[in-house]
């Protein structure tokens, strides 16, 4: 299984993200771009914001992805909360 993951931004997430999945003994490996993908990696895409990953790099990561056939099982979005975040989970 492979994975995209395409992040909102370049500076948290980017840092953050691989520490958390290998608490979460995630067992794929990071490769720095979709062409050293083979099987059990995964890949990290910066959105550059909000504004350019719904208005640009989205549409650019499925066209790679497409360019890619058989490469990646599964595109995974990950876009912050930030004040949005008290209406699921109350105090």
């Given at each position: 299984m492979n994975y995209y993951f395409l992040l909102e931004d370049e500076k948290s997430f980017i840092k953050v993200l691989p520490e958390w999945?290998?608490?979460l003994n995630f067992t794929c490996k990071r490769v720095p771009?979709?062409?050293f993908v083979e099987d059990k990696n995964y890949v990290l895409q910066s959105g550059?914001?909000?504004t350019q990953l719904i208005t640009k790099v989205l549409f650019e990561?499925?066209?790679t992805i497409n360019e890619n056939p058989k490469t990646i099982?599964?595109?995974v979005i990950i876009l912050?909360?930030?004040e949005e975040s008290n209406k699921f989970f109350p105090r």
């Open positions: 999945l290998k608490h771009d979709i062409k550059q914001g909000v990561t499925i066209d099982d599964k595109l912050d909360a930030e």
